[in-house]
């Protein structure tokens, strides 16, 4: 699907912990694997982009067992 929309950006910013922009979004099955690259459009400009898994940081809490 070379240039043709399939998905939508659902929210996004800059990331202070990262580095870097993040977002969210929706795509296919097809397009959602974890190393997908995508390009999207930012303010209409083309990006590249990355599927990556959740959360884009990884916690540091202790959770107490039950």
Do not use: C, H, W
Request: charged share 20%; aromatic share 8%.
């Amino acid at each position: 699907m070379d240039g043709n929309l399939i998905g939508k950006i659902t929210s996004g910013g800059p990331s202070p912990s990262q580095g870097r922009n993040i977002a969210m979004g929706y795509v296919p099955p097809a397009f959602a694997d974890v190393g997908t690259e995508l390009k999207v459009l930012v303010r209409g400009r083309p990006a590249a982009a990355e599927v990556v898994a959740t959360p884009f940081v990884p916690t540091r809490y202790y959770r107490k067992p039950k």
